[in-house]
């Protein structure tokens, strides 16, 4: 059975500081590595998606690497903003998508 | 593309009454829905995997006859919580699966409260 956790599960940093989102999961059967955003209350926005054959993908000051064989995903986010502020969740999809626990966010102005 | 729009956004209901909650694939069709619950400050957990014209798979521990899960078309896939209580009061979120494997796209989201 699949499981993910997200270190830490909150994080607190001043404007301007990188964040670095730690995401590991048990089997390393993947198909694919997922970031989500989710804020309070809302929905899951898809902020990127790292196939079991790829290294990494970036998107603006999203970047997210993928190790299977340690099976751990890292999200770095660059120069953050206070909104960045928000829950960010992993998933991984195997037979089907497991999420991690999140790790909430709070840039700071 | 891929857009999936879910219906209510939120609802309040009675303990003992029924809801339903429907989810639709806007401009793609869906195979497969699924169905996720999340509870507050908690992340989602699979509650069951719906395939167009077939029954659902539930996930263990999800009782299929409090959550009946119809998924009549491509397009349209409903989850009633029947004979809710307090405890069902969550949020739910429905995926619709697209033409790439393994690929999910989710819709906003159903807050409901159960009074």
């Not at chain 2, 699979?46 to 659902?56: D, I, P, V």
């Amino acid at each position: 059975k699949q499981e993910v956790t997200q270190i830490p599960a909150a994080l607190s940093v001043p404007e301007g500081e990188n964040l670095v989102l730690n995401c590991s999961f048990t089997d390393s059967a993947i198909y694919n590595l997922q970031w989500f955003r989710q804020d309070p209350g809302k929905g899951l926005t898809s902020l990127l998606l790292i196939q079991s054959s790829q290294r990494e993908q970036t998107s603006g000051r999203l970047n997210a690497s993928l190790d299977k064989s340690s099976g751990r995903s890292t999200l770095y986010i660059a120069a953050s903003q206070p909104g960045d502020s928000a829950t960010y969740l992993c998933a991984a999809q195997g037979n089907k998508l497991t999420f991690g626990g999140g790790t909430r966010v709070l840039v700071k102005p | 593309g891929a857009v999936v729009s879910q219906h209510p956004s939120w609802v309040i209901c009675k303990s003992g009454t029924s809801v339903k909650i429907e989810c639709r694939s806007l401009d793609f069709q869906a195979t497969t829905m699924f169905w996720y619950r999340q509870f507050p400050k908690q992340s989602l957990m699979l509650m069951a995997t719906s395939n167009e014209g077939s029954k659902a798979t539930y996930e263990q521990g999800v009782e299929k006859d409090k959550f009946l899960i119809n998924h009549a078309s491509l397009t349209l896939s409903t989850l009633t919580v029947t004979s809710a209580h307090p405890e069902d009061s969550s949020f739910y979120i429905c995926s619709g699966g697209g033409d790439r494997a393994y690929e999910q796209y989710f819709g906003p989201g159903t807050r409901l409260t159960v009074t």
